[in-house]
């Protein structure tokens, strides 16, 4: 991965990141906010992959029901954020990946390998809209209490 930093204001940051062929996106943008500190902020990202494997989020179990794609697609759109897992950063983010007929699948991203590249802007995010996990689900929540004027 190749990465520059792009702005910076009051201490927060905005990256540009440019993965690699083959690269596990999920594994190099999480360890790419460890290596910078990063425990909140927000992503969007495009590129292709020749790879995914996507989550549905099952209310009922409380887990993520994963499908696996091997074949060449488009990433049409990646938005997603880091958040504070008791002190290490957790990357939540949704996909839309286009095939080759032109329909789309789209998930939770679990796992994608990068071909031929992923372009993913990082902007950190100021601590009143930090997200905390909520352990009854799992997921990083938006705490409004904590929120100014909240």
């Excluded at 009922?60 to 950063?89: R, V």
Aim: proline letters at 3%; hydrophobic letters at 40%; glycine letters at 8%.
């Amino acid at each position: 991965m190749k990465w520059t930093l792009l702005h910076e204001h009051h201490g927060l940051r905005s990256f540009l990141l440019v993965l690699d062929k083959g690269e596990e996106a999920h594994a190099a943008i999480t360890a790419f906010a460890s290596d910078q500190d990063i425990n909140a902020a927000s992503l969007s990202a495009i590129g292709a992959a020749s790879s995914a494997t996507l989550g549905y989020f099952d209310p009922e179990t409380s887990s993520y029901l994963d499908t696996e794609f091997n074949e060449q697609m488009e990433l049409a759109s990646c938005l997603g954020d880091i958040a504070d897992d008791h002190g290490k950063p957790a990357l939540h983010a949704h996909i839309v990946l286009g095939r080759r007929d032109y329909s789309a699948v789209a998930g939770h991203l679990q796992k994608l390998h990068v071909f031929p590249t992923m372009e993913v802007i990082l902007t950190e995010s100021p601590a009143h809209l930090r997200k905390r996990m909520d352990d009854a689900t799992g997921l990083a929540l938006i705490d409004p209490s904590r929120s100014h004027g909240g």
